[in-house]
């Protein structure tokens, strides 16, 4: 609206997309790596799952117009984070990281992310992804 060729409406909504400085400690993700209303799962170092307790502070979009919701959290550069649904998530829980797109058979479909599957006796294998934040 800089150039005054444009007047808006009064009561009429616009979509306006604005560009903020970046911050420490966000990383952005699909909606479907939030378990909860405030969780995020990582695989720690024996490939158990630990809980980050994370707020949605607003959404990125690249120039591609791929969105994905910006969380902040207590996350570090190289953590695993799981970027999918895990049924039955608890800390604690150990899973089994894959390629995104492997089966439990071997057969690759789509080899994008890592991904990881229940190894609980009471769980059922998933095929979930796991991103590492570069902060």
């Known amino acids: 609206l800089d150039d005054n060729t444009l007047t808006p409406e009064l009561g009429r909504p616009l979509l306006m997309t604005l560009t903020l400085p970046p911050r420490d400690n ?33 959404q990125w979009q690249s120039p591609t117009g791929e969105s994905r919701i910006l969380f902040e959290g207590d996350f570090r550069t190289g953590d695993r984070l799981v970027v ?43 095929d979930n992804g796991i991103e590492t934040p570069n902060p």
């Open 26 to 58: 966000l990383v952005a993700l699909l909606g479907a790596a939030l378990h909860g209303l405030d969780r995020i799962y990582r695989l720690d170092n024996d490939d158990r799952l630990q809980a980050v307790s994370v707020v949605r502070v607003g």
């Open 84 to 126: 999918n649904q895990l049924p039955g998530a608890i800390d604690g829980l150990r899973v089994q990281p894959t390629i995104s797109g492997d089966t439990p058979s071997g057969h690759r479909s789509a080899p994008e992310k890592e991904s990881v599957e229940n190894e609980s006796d009471e769980g059922m294998p998933g």
